[in-house]
């Protein structure tokens, strides 16, 4: 990581891309120790690291689809596998959301997506808000307070992301639970005949 600190915003770029793909690292704390040595430039850094790590996504993405099965094949029984994938296609994007916030590598959950077959585009839209906010907010905390800020993210911004995560995943799963219960509710709701026709057709009835 100090070797890629000393190409500042460059390297911060190749670090948050890497993160997506391989790096064990992430750039989470790169974003950190420069912000805190330039924090006027705090901001910029958040935009080349928000960058890095969209361009990484399908990267990582991909590396899961060709060699994710495989891997994870010959650790997990078939069965397990399928349930895994299902499991991932119905709950996927609070998986993602969370893992957006959380100091987890997010290589873990792009290529995750691809093992699992997750789509690309859902994907890309829920990594979009969790890394969007992950790395703004430490661009306005340095930005607003300067280096007094990095005392502030080491104890709080950490909990703080976890909560924001958690609370984003809890109403998404509110609002797609009622949106399921809506759509039990129109499947089962009686069609009405209302109209000229169903009034010929009512006639009909009655005459047999």
Not at 8 to 13: H, K, M, N, Q
Request: aromatic content about 12%; some cysteine; hydrophobic content about 50%.
């Amino acid at each position: 990581m100090e070797f890629l600190q000393n190409f500042g915003a460059t390297g911060l770029f190749i670090h948050a891309m890497l993160d997506a793909i391989i790096f064990p690292i992430p750039a989470f704390f790169l974003q950190l120790s420069l912000s805190a040595v330039q924090p006027e430039s705090a901001l910029w850094l958040a935009t080349v690291g928000f960058a890095g790590s969209l361009l990484g996504t399908p990267i990582g993405y991909g590396i899961g689809k060709v060699s994710g099965k495989h891997v994870m094949g010959g650790v997990m029984k078939k069965k397990w596998l399928d349930s895994a994938s299902d499991l991932f296609a119905r709950r996927g994007e609070a998986a993602i959301l969370i893992g957006s916030f959380t100091p987890i590598p997010f290589k873990i959950f792009t290529i995750l997506s691809g093992c699992m077959n997750y789509p690309l585009w859902k994907l890309l839209s829920y990594a979009a808000i969790g890394r969007a906010v992950k790395f703004y907010v430490v661009g306005f905390l340095f930005y607003i307070y300067g280096r007094a800020a990095e005392n502030m993210v080491n104890k709080v911004l950490t909990i703080t992301l976890v909560g924001v995560g958690v609370a984003i995943a809890a109403i998404w799963f509110l609002i797609r639970k009622l949106c399921e219960r809506r759509k039990i509710r129109d499947e089962h709701q009686p069609i009405e005949k209302t109209g000229n026709g169903g009034g010929k057709q009512d006639a009909v009835d009655k005459a047999n």
